[in-house]
């Protein structure tokens, strides 16, 4: 069985940081790109960062580029989304997913339908 779990969330003023762990089992982390997506309260689930199979590209919405850095660590079966200067409208339920996107190109690491398995999310709340 596949499983993802994301760690890592809480409460946190604005300008702070925090970072989420994605633990990947039951599949060839190696093999698979991952990706954080979230989901405010009242909106759509929206990509956040991806990272390549290979580590080799990195993927970020616009509105968390500069601010978050999405890494993966195959020995671990992990990936982190460390987040600085965290603003309250990146208050949301964060989602760690795997997949493989069709094409290595942008428009497919950063949909949703393009990652097959998903964690639990995790919270995160930022206070202004």
């Known amino acids: 069985q596949v499983q993802i779990i994301e760690t890592g969330g809480g409460l946190v003023q604005a300008g702070g940081s925090l970072r989420l762990s994605c633990v990947a089992s039951?599949?060839?982390?190696?093999?698979?790109?991952m990706a954080w997506f979230r989901r405010a309260p009242g909106k759509e689930r929206e990509f956040v960062a991806a990272?390549?199979?290979?580590?080799?590209?990195?993927y970020y919405q616009d509105s968390v580029n500069g601010r978050f850095t999405i890494s993966r660590d195959n020995a671990k079966n992990t990936a982190y989304l460390q987040m600085n200067s965290l603003k309250p409208e990146d208050t949301a339920v964060y989602y760690c997913?795997?997949?493989?996107?069709?094409?290595?190109?942008?428009?497919?690491?950063?949909?949703?339908?393009?990652?097959?398995?998903w964690g639990q999310g995790t919270q995160v709340t930022v206070s202004s």
């Open positions: 990272v390549s199979e290979t580590g080799d590209n990195t």
């Open positions: 997913a795997s997949g493989s996107p069709r094409r290595p190109s942008h428009r497919f690491y950063v949909a949703s339908i393009e990652y097959d398995h």
């Open positions: 039951g599949r060839t982390f190696t093999n698979f790109a």
